[in-house]
C-alpha cells in the first residue's frame, strides 16, 4: 500500500485502539500520548502492548526515493521502561534469540495483523 495509506492506518489503528498509544508525561508536568511524528526522512511511530508491559519504536521511510516503492515498517526497537530508557534494538545482541522472536510475533500479531495485508520480508528472521 502506498506510505500515505499505511500512516493513515496506524493513526486509525490508534484512535480506535488507544490502549496502543504511549502515555507520557511532559516537561510540563502534565500526561498525554507521546506523538508519533515525522523525522527527515522518516515517520516515527510507537506502540504500547500493554500484555507484555513493552513499548515498540517503528519507523517507515518516506523519502521521495522510495515512494514508488513498495512500503515497509521496520520495527526498530523496544523498552519496558515508563520514561523511554533502556532501549533494545531489534536483531541484536541485546535480546536473546527467544526474546527478539516472542517480540516480533507479538509486533505481528498485535499490530502488523491489523493494518491489513502485509508479507514478511524474505531475508530477515
Request: charged share 25%; glycine share 4%; proline share 3%.
Amino acid at each position: 500500500m502506498p506510505t500515505d495509506s499505511l500512516i493513515a492506518r496506524i493513526k486509525d489503528l490508534k484512535k480506535n485502539n488507544p490502549q496502543y498509544n504511549v502515555i507520557t508525561t511532559f516537561e510540563n508536568g502534565e500526561e498525554g500520548i507521546y506523538p508519533d511524528h515525522y523525522n527527515n526522512n522518516f515517520y516515527i511511530c510507537y506502540f504500547y502492548v500493554k500484555s507484555i508491559k513493552t513499548t515498540m519504536h517503528c519507523v517507515i521511510n518516506v523519502s521521495k526515493e522510495v515512494k514508488d516503492v513498495q512500503t515497509e515498517i521496520g520495527f526498530d526497537g523496544v523498552t519496558t521502561s515508563p520514561n523511554f530508557a533502556s532501549w533494545k534494538t531489534i536483531n541484536s545482541k541485546e535480546l536473546s534469540k527467544e526474546e527478539n522472536l516472542k517480540l516480533k510475533k507479538v509486533f505481528e500479531l498485535v499490530i502488523l495483523d491489523k493494518l491489513g495485508v502485509w508479507k514478511k520480508d524474505c531475508c530477515l528472521n
